[in-house]
């Protein structure tokens, strides 16, 4: 038995889908590195790395979690805390832009 066939990502997928979903994490965090060390700003930067940053966590939650298959409650308020965040650091940035 491999230590992959513990991954919640395994339990309702296969140990490919959560090779992929793995792959394309770390894409995800050299991209906003990427962005990071390139010393980009504005807006539209913003809302890309906050819009990758989104898509990570909800593939953390719903697949590294377990969460994909639980009740449609847990998968409201943990999805609803990540938009949360989300918006309140949009909000703040909006209101810094402006000030």
């Known amino acids: ?15 490919r889908r959560a090779t992929l979903l793995w792959a394309a994490l770390i894409v ?3 991209l906003t590195w990427w962005v ?15 819009t990758i940053s989104i898509i990570k966590g909800s593939i953390v ?3 590294f979690m377990a ?11 943990t999805l609803g805390w990540i938009t949360l965040v989300w918006v309140l650091i949009g909000l ?6 402006y000030q």
């Open 36 to 50: 990071g060390e390139g010393g980009a700003a504005g807006p539209a930067i913003v809302a890309l790395l906050a």
């Open 61 to 63: 939650i719903l697949d």
């Open 92 to 97: 703040a940035y909006w209101k810094g832009l």
């Open 67 to 77: 969460l994909r298959h639980a009740p449609l409650m847990w998968r409201l308020i």
């Open 1 to 15: 038995m491999s230590s992959t066939e513990h991954s919640p990502a395994v339990m309702h997928g296969t140990p």
């Open 28 to 30: 995800a965090t050299l």
